[in-house]
């Protein structure tokens, strides 16, 4: 946790991604006025809002200069500027990542049983870490 707190703070896909995951589990709401004011609401508070913007928000995060929160996150995947979509996944893989464990990092995995005796490749793009042989989860994990 050290780590995170000497490191600067920049808005990378990776760090959106798991904004935007704490904004859905932490239940972030986006209010709009209608002079098109927008307000996200606090995921530890119950009675707390905060103006939101793409670039800007008032809660902690915001104030300290950090560019990503999830009160912005909530708020790009509603207007859909969210960063996190556009790039190819396997860019953000490092070379020395964790392996995939449901295939074994080969990113295709068998897909079941043979109905066609003829046609024995049965193999399909592994749905776990998208064929990229990987463990995502464990890379998102260390990125936020
Ligand atoms: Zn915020
Ligand atoms: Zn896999």
Same mark, same amino acid.
């Given at each position: 946790?050290? /780590? ?38 606090? *995921?530890?508070?119950?009675?707390? &809002?905060?103006?939101?913007?793409? *670039? *800007?928000? !008032? ?19 509603? &207007? ?27 990113? !295709? ?7 066609? !005796? ?11 870490? /998208?064929? *990229? ?12």
């Amino acid at each position: 946790m050290n /780590q995170t707190m000497t490191r600067t703070r920049q808005a990378t896909p990776e760090r959106w991604a798991s904004a935007l995951d704490r904004a859905l589990h932490g239940g972030v709401e986006i209010l709009t006025t209608r002079d098109g004011a927008r307000f996200a609401t606090s *995921t530890s508070q119950l009675d707390l &809002l905060y103006r939101v913007t793409e *670039t *800007t928000c !008032e809660c902690a995060a915001g104030l300290a200069g950090d560019p990503v929160c999830c009160h912005r996150a909530a708020l790009r995947d509603i &207007l859909g500027t969210l960063p996190v979509m556009t790039l190819r996944i396997d860019e953000f893989i490092p070379a020395d990542a964790p392996k995939c464990s449901w295939c074994f990092g080969k990113g !295709e995995r068998w897909a079941g049983s043979v109905d066609d !005796e003829r046609n024995p490749q049965r193999f399909i793009t592994c749905p776990e870490c /998208q064929g *990229t042989g990987a463990n995502l989860d464990a890379i998102i994990r260390v990125a936020a």
